[in-house]
Every structure is written in structure tokens, then in C-alpha cells.
């Protein structure tokens, strides 16, 4: 049977996520920031927490970790490049590992840059992809720790993947996000049609995630780094798709 998945808004615009399999009871939270927001999931669920898994060491996604495994009996996986910047993992674990969650499979993936050891997780069967701080909505977290080299080659690798995925971020940013990269492709329809609808999904009290992650290798800046019109849009069209990355992430940080 399929994931059952709880969305919920966390402190101001951080997004939580509940996984569910029924038929083993399991639950795993995508994350760990909010505990008051977490708690009150978990109750309107109804499932009881039994893994949690990390993307990044940030305080608004791991600062619940010790106070969630005083209350209940749950497995912290998280990034082993990480370290101990992560406390109280019972499990690490690095690209290319295959976890499983009561009988669904997870891949670790790389998306370092915004912190050098930021992992995602992909369940290849039911196309889900967990993104964390790495890549939003139309845009991509900030560069706090990696290289632009690093954070591109890892961005890049995601358009392997296939179209038909379904991507959960960590942040509700898509509709600064759709601004800025309407900024750099002014003229794509399909991208206004997107910055519409985040509006229309916004005003109606709704989340624009999950996102599609086709979409996203068609619309989002930060996947298209080696795309003619974005570089062409960028004034850099003999540059070097990361030397366009590393501009547009500037000039994000500057919009
Ligand atoms: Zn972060
Ligand atoms: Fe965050």
C-alpha cells in the first residue's frame, strides 16, 4: 500500500511532513523543527511517530529531535557528513544508501551546498522526492556552507530522475521563488501560468507543494543553469553553467 502523507505548516513557513504506512502503523517525520507543530499533527492524525528523517543539521528542522525521543520510541536517521552537528541519530547514512521504512525504499541522495552534508530522500516506487532546504519551488536554498560547483552538480544530478516525481520541499517560498525567476525568464508562459497559480493556491489558503519535478526542470532557474535562454537572459551565454549558477544564487540573495 501506498504512503499516506500529512502536510502540515511549521513555525512560520517551514513545511512538516508525516509519513504513514497503514498497514504497519509505522510514521516518520520528514524533519524535526517544531515540536508544538509536530505534536499537533500527530494528534489530529492520530499515527504514532516511529522514524524521523533528517535532511540538514539547521536548527528549524532538527531542533525537536531530542524532545520528540524523550516522548516517543523513534529512529533518527540523518546525513553521516553531518556529523555530530546532528544529535541523537541512531542511524547515518550517506548517498547511495538505500533505507527502508517499513517496507518502502528510500535512497539517499546528495544535495549539498546550502550545508555541506544536506542529503534527500527518494522513494523511487511511488515517486517522492524530499528535498529539504536544497531545492524549492522554482528556487533552490541558499549557499551557506558549499560551492557553487558542488550545489549545481548536485541540483543537476536530480533531472536524471524522472519527470513524474513528486517533490516536498522544506519551505513555503514559491511565490518569492516564482518572482525571481520570472525576473530571469520573463517571457516563458508556462512560468507565468506557475506564478498564477501559486497565487491562486495561496489566496485560497492552499499549498503550492508538492511540486512536479518535470516542472521544476522546465521552470526553475536553478536547474537550468546551462539553459540558453537563462544564460542568455543572464548576459552570460559563453559562461559556464556554474559560473550561471553561482550568478543567479547571487543575484536570489540580492532580489
Ligand atoms: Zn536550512
Ligand atoms: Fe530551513
Same mark, same amino acid.
Given at each position: 500500500m501506498s504512503i499516506k502523507i500529512e502536510i502540515f505548516l511549521a513555525y512560520k513557513d517551514n513545511f512538516g511532513y508525516l509519513l504513514h504506512d497503514e498497514e504497519s502503523g509505522a510514521s516518520a517525520l520528514i524533519d524535526a523543527g517544531d515540536e508544538k507543530a509536530i505534536l499537533a499533527a500527530l494528534k489530529r492524525t492520530g499515527w504514532e511517530l516511529t522514524d524521523i528523517f533528517i535532511t540538514h543539521h539547521h536548527l528549524d528542522h532538527t531542533d525537536a529531535i531530542a524532545s520528540l525521543k524523550k516522548k516517543f520510541n523513534v529512529k533518527v536517521t540523518s546525513s553521516l557528513a553531518e556529523g555530530d552537528k546532528i544529535p541523537l541519530s541512531d542511524r547515518k547514512v550517506s548517498a547511495g544508501e538505500k533505507i527502508n521504512f517499513a517496507g518502502h525504499e528510500f535512497y539517499v541522495i546528495n544535495l549539498r =551546498?546550502? $550545508?555541506?552534508?544536506h542529503i534527500g530522500y527518494y522513494n523511487e516506487k511511488e515517486g517522492l522526492l524530499f528535498t529539504g532546504d536544497a531545492l524549492f519551488s522554482l528556487g533552490c536554498g541558499r549557499m551557506?556552507? =558549499? $560551492?557553487a560547483e558542488i550545489m549545481w552538480r548536485d541540483l543537476a544530478a536530480l533531472r536524471e530522475l524522472p519527470d513524474n516525481i513528486l517533490v516536498y520541499c522544506g519551505h513555503e517560498y514559491s511565490l518569492a521563488n516564482a518572482q525571481f525567476a520570472l525576473s530571469v525568464d520573463p517571457h516563458n508562459e508556462k512560468l507565468k501560468k506557475r506564478e498564477q497559480q501559486i497565487r491562486n493556491q495561496l489566496a485560497a489558503g492552499k499549498f503550492t507543494i508538492p511540486t512536479n519535478l518535470g516542472e521544476e526542470k522546465a521552470l526553475n532557474p536553478f536547474l537550468r543553469a546551462d539553459d540558453p535562454i537563462i544564460k542568455a537572459n543572464m548576459g552570460m551565454e559563453n559562461a559556464s553553467p556554474t559560473k550561471v549558477f553561482a550568478a543567479l544564487r547571487k543575484a536570489k540573495d540580492n532580489f
Open positions: =551546498g546550502h $550545508t555541506n552534508g551557506f556552507e =558549499g $560551492t
